[in-house]
């Protein structure tokens, strides 16, 4: 089984800044795409941001410029740094996994960007 644990959420004034990391566990091939998606109230989950483990990196629009995502292969994680937070940035943030056609999430991390 392959469990995805992310941390970093919270609440920030816009204009601040937070970090969320995710931590991947279990049997997980070294080729796989990690990533932060995100879901706001009443819409549906979007990408955010997912880097491959041999460093490619795709940003949403809404994130480029501001959001920085990294990963570490030798311990399984992916952080995304998040600068100049905006109030519709607020949303649930999940980390994903992905190994073939397999998808995996983590349960969510609250980000609260009050303007």
């Known amino acids: 089984q392959v469990q995805l644990v992310e941390s970093g959420g919270g609440l920030v004034q816009a204009g601040g800044s937070l970090r969320l990391s995710c931590v991947a566990s279990?049997?997980?091939?070294?080729?796989?795409?990690m990533g932060w998606f995100r879901q706001a109230p009443g819409k549906q989950r979007e990408l955010v941001a997912h880097?491959?483990?041999?460093?490619?990196?795709n940003y949403a629009d809404s994130a480029k410029g501001r959001f920085t995502i990294s990963r570490d292969n030798a311990k399984n994680t992916v952080d995304l740094q998040m600068n100049s937070l905006k109030p519709e940035d607020t949303a649930v943030y999940y980390c994903?996994?992905?190994?073939?056609?397999?998808?995996?999430w983590g349960k969510g991390t609250l980000v609260t960007v009050s303007s």
């Open positions: 880097i491959t483990s041999d460093g490619i990196i």
């Open positions: 994903n996994l992905k190994l073939g056609r397999m998808d995996y």
């Open positions: 279990g049997r997980i091939f070294s080729i796989n795409l």
